[in-house]
């Protein structure tokens, strides 16, 4: 019996209901009800059993439905995703440690509890249900979103997300261009922004150096800086040059001709560094900074996620603790700011961002389109590196399989069970979100308090 046909019967039931009847008759009625269950709690998706290499991927049309737990959260009907190397790290596990402590961290499950994962971190879709308290969407809004890292991905058909991760996608773009950009844009915007204190009220003519600008994170930042008036260098491989020069760098590096360092020294300090490269850069890169000016250095290759997966929670934060605490005071006696940038889902700053790419100040930069069912050879291909963006879309012929209508009818059968669910929300879930929100910010809190204290 195909959905609608078990959403009618379901009504049917319902009004019968209200006539009397004998018991044995509503347990019948109980049963009829959850037959319906297996088709509105699964779904088609690409999900790991198993951290490992390519071939732990695994195509299912069973994976677990996404369900709303809270009265913020939206379920997206998935239209295009975005890969990225993230994804292919936590394919082999990397940032295992902290991602299923933020999944769990009441430690309730059992180990291994986070599988099957679903991968993928940038999703542009159709809302099709919303929580109770969501006031800013509605149902069948286009969005885009950059999905948190300890959240279920968008290699699959659908998606729960807060609706303070969601925005309404830029109407300049199609989906599949619209998957390109969210968490290559939120990773830029919460290092420079959020991390290096810049906008675009500030940022007119400072002079700001890009190392790794041929990447995701680095031509975003490119454009959103050039958009913001800010003199650009930038360092890159010579078949990239012209590339990044299109997108708004003023000054070109190229790092495969010799030490990087020596052509970046003859020029004028900057004010702010951005560090997508990492490993010995940092013992250089501080000396390009304007000293005793407020400049810094934001760099977004950080120990965090290798400390917790190699020491364990509690020894890895201690150690990140310690390492970022050591750097910043030691590059603060020489007049420099030394940070850590992370990512940061905000649909508040996608809200910024869709704004400029609306007026034509910030482009899509996809590198390759993949469908659905070539997700393996878009991992693959990611894992080769330099990757900008690798992406699937559905296709038409996919996207028909799914009829909206019967869809809708399957979530209008969730309402009555979700309103109940958020009366009865339980102090448990409160508890989860508290610690939650302690966990993540530990290490940047403590890292600023003791910036602060030695500013004194």
């Given at each position: 019996m195909s959905c609608v046909g078990h959403f009618m019967y379901s009504r049917c039931l319902f009004h019968l209901s209200k006539v009397k009847t004998s018991v044995p008759w509503r347990g019948s009625q109980k049963r009829l009800f959850s037959s319906t269950e297996t088709c509105r709690t699964v779904m088609p998706a690409w999900v790991i059993d198993k951290y490992g290499g390519n071939d732990v991927l695994r195509f299912t049309k069973n994976a677990s439905f996404p369900i709303i737990n809270y009265p913020n959260e939206v379920i997206v009907k998935v239209s295009a995703a975005g890969l990225n190397p993230l994804d292919v790290s936590m394919r082999g596990g990397y940032g295992a440690a902290t991602l299923?402590?933020?999944?769990?961290?009441?430690?309730?499950?059992?180990?291994?509890?986070?599988?099957?994962?679903?991968?993928?971190?940038?999703?542009?879709?159709?809302?099709?249900?919303?929580?109770?308290?969501?006031?800013?969407?509605?149902?069948?809004?286009?969005?885009?979103?950059?999905?948190?890292?300890?959240?279920?991905?968008?290699?699959?058909?659908?998606?729960?997300?807060?609706?303070?991760?969601?925005?309404?996608?830029?109407?300049?773009?199609?989906?599949?261009?619209?998957?390109?950009?969210?968490?290559?844009?939120?990773?830029?915007?919460?290092?420079?922004?959020?991390?290096g204190g810049l906008s675009k009220d500030n940022c007119a003519k400072k002079r700001i150096l890009i190392l790794g600008g041929s990447g995701g994170v680095g031509t975003f930042a490119i454009q959103m800086l050039k958009a913001w008036g800010a003199h650009l260098t930038v360092t890159c491989s010579q078949n990239a040059e012209r590339f990044v020069r299109g997108l708004g760098a003023d000054h070109v590096v190229d790092y495969t001709a010799g030490p990087v360092e020596e052509p970046l020294r003859a020029l004028e300090k900057f004010d702010l560094i951005l560090d997508n490269v990492g490993g010995d850069t940092e013992r250089w890169a501080l000396n390009l900074l304007k000293p005793w000016s407020g400049a810094k250095y934001v760099t977004l290759v950080t120990p965090f996620l290798q400390n917790t997966d190699m020491l364990g929670i509690a020894d890895g934060m201690l150690q990140t603790a310690a390492t970022m605490a050591t750097k910043a005071v030691k590059h603060l006696v020489r007049g420099v700011h030394y940070r850590w940038g992370f990512f940061a889902p905000s649909g508040p700053a996608l809200d910024e961002i869709r704004a400029m790419v609306d007026a034509g100040q910030i482009r899509a930069v996809l590198d390759e389109t993949f469908s659905f069912s070539q997700v393996p050879q878009a991992l693959e291909?990611?894992?080769?590196?330099?990757?900008?963006?690798?992406?699937?879309?559905?296709?038409?012929?996919?996207?028909?399989?799914?009829?909206?209508?019967?869809?809708?009818?399957?979530?209008?059968?969730?309402?009555m069970k979700q309103r109940l669910e958020f009366k009865g929300m339980r102090f448990g879930n409160k508890v989860q979100i508290y610690y939650n929100h302690c966990v993540c910010f530990f290490v940047y809190g403590f890292c600023c308090f003791t910036e602060r204290v030695i500013r004194r």
């Open positions: 299923t402590m933020k999944r769990d961290p009441l430690n309730i499950k059992q180990s291994g509890s986070e599988f099957p994962l679903i991968l993928g971190r940038d999703v542009s879709g159709v809302i099709m249900e919303c929580g109770l308290d969501v006031k800013y969407f509605r149902e069948r809004d286009e969005v885009w979103a950059a999905i948190p890292p300890w959240k279920q991905g968008s290699l699959s058909e659908f998606v729960v997300l807060s609706a303070n991760e969601v925005s309404l996608k830029p109407q300049s773009l199609s989906h599949t261009e619209a998957a390109s950009i969210p968490y290559v844009a939120t990773t830029a915007w919460s290092a420079l922004v959020n991390t291909k990611v894992e080769k590196g330099h990757a900008r963006e690798r992406l699937w879309s559905r296709s038409a012929k996919e996207e028909a399989t799914y009829s909206t209508d019967s869809m809708r009818d399957i979530f209008e059968m969730n309402s």
